[in-house]
Structure formats: C-alpha cells, structure tokens
C-alpha cells in the first residue's frame, strides 16, 4: 500500500476515539501502538461486503510485534485502556476534513462491546457522529 501520511495520536485512559471514516477519499490504515494499550475497532462499510455493518475488536498494546492493517472503507476507533496510549497512524489518503465522518461510538445497530460504558469523547466526535442507519441510507 502507498501510504502518503502519518499521523500521531496521543490520548489518556478512557478516552474514545472513533469511529472516523472519509467519504469520497478513503483512507486504507496501518495502526500501531507506541505507548500503551488500547481496544482498537474496525467497522465495514463497504455496502456489497459479507461483513458489512459488523465489526472487529482487538488489543494492541506497546508490548505487540505487529501493526494492524485496516482497509479503505472501514470505520475506526479505539479506546484508551492505559493512562496514556500513542498511536502511530499511515494513511493512504490525505485528510480531507469536508469529508471525515463519526460513527456514533455506540450505535446499538452495531453494538460494539467496548470494555467501558462512559468513555471520554472529543467534542466533535460527541456533537457531529452520525448513526449506522443514517450512514447506511
């Protein structure tokens, strides 16, 4: 993958990020944890997928010797789970801040199983998420 990007991300514990996508310029991301330990989630948008609307969860944490790949068309977000967490983003498109969009983080149409149920959100991904059924039509 051609990664034209990088991004740091600093959080503290129990801090939400997500679910980000980018409509019109998707965005293909290699994620890796540089400082601590986060849950991290992907989301299938591609609308003609098997798994369209699931989603995947794992742990990544500093101590892991691999990245996580996630393709273009998928949501994204974690959780801070340590009292800080780095991340190291590639991106394979540019941001493109007209077209970043919010996943609401808990949507129950996809009912993600986050290990906490009042995460810290940024303002923005509070006020501008949108729901999986208003993605979805």
């Known amino acids: 993958k051609d990664f034209r990007f990088d991004i740091l991300s600093l959080s503290k514990k129990n ?11 998707p965005q293909a991301k290699l994620i ?9 989630v ?7 997928s098997k798994t369209f609307g699931k989603y995947v969860s794992i742990i990544l944490s500093e101590k892991d010797d691999f990245s996580l ?3 273009e068309n998928f949501a994204h977000g974690f959780l801070c789970m340590s009292k800080s967490c780095t991340i190291h983003y590639k991106l394979s498109n540019y941001r493109k801040p007209k ?5 609401k ?4 149409n996809i009912n993600i199983n986050w290990p906490t149920n009042n995460p810290i959100l940024s303002q923005k991904d509070k006020t501008n998420s949108i ?7």
């Open 15 to 25: 801090v939400l990020r997500g679910l980000h996508f980018q409509t019109n310029y």
């Open 99 to 103: 077209f970043e969009k919010t996943l």
């Open 32 to 40: 890796t944890v540089t400082n601590g330990k986060v849950f991290d």
């Open 131 to 137: 729901t999986f059924e208003g993605f979805n039509s």
């Open 105 to 108: 983080w808990n949507d129950p």
């Open 69 to 71: 790949f996630i393709p």
């Open 42 to 48: 992907a989301v299938d948008l591609r609308k003609n």
